[in-house]
């Protein structure tokens, strides 16, 4: 079983920077394409980012491309999400996922991913 475990969220004024942190139980992580997810009250989740197993590869939703970086840490089992220029409309519970695919494209569709985090809130204020 894979066990993904966020953390790194909070409150935060409009134009201020969070860091999420996403650790990975499994030490075949390397094997592991990752991603985060967001969902906001009432609206369905959506892609924020990915990143392939080896971190060669990213690819970010255009609503967040230039403010946000996702990377990795083979080494710790981390993914971390880096948001710079926060705005309200980034308010949401932030979601990690993880599945074992060793690959140069990044999925951005929920379902591909088998493993979950439970979430962590982010509050951007303006």
């Known amino acids: 079983q894979v066990q993904l475990v966020e953390s790194g969220g909070g409150l935060v004024q409009a134009g201020g920077s969070l860091r999420l942190s996403c650790a990975v139980s499994?030490?075949?992580?390397?094997?592991?394409?990752t991603g985060w997810f967001r969902q906001a009250p009432g609206k369905e989740r959506e892609f924020v980012a990915g990143?392939?197993?080896?971190?060669?590869?990213?690819y970010y939703a255009d609503s967040v491309r230039g403010r946000f970086t996702i990377s990795r840490d083979n080494a710790k089992n981390t993914v971390y999400l880096q948001m710079n220029s926060l705005k309200p409309e980034d308010t949401a519970v932030y979601y990690c996922?993880?599945?074992?695919?060793?690959?140069?494209?990044?999925?951005?569709?929920?379902?591909?991913?088998?493993?979950w985090g439970q979430g962590t809130q982010v509050t951007v204020s303006s």
């Open positions: 499994r030490r075949t992580f390397s094997s592991y394409a």
């Open positions: 996922a993880a599945d074992r695919k060793i690959t140069t494209a990044i999925m951005t569709r929920a379902v591909e991913y088998a493993y």
């Open positions: 990143i392939n197993w080896s971190g060669g590869s990213t």
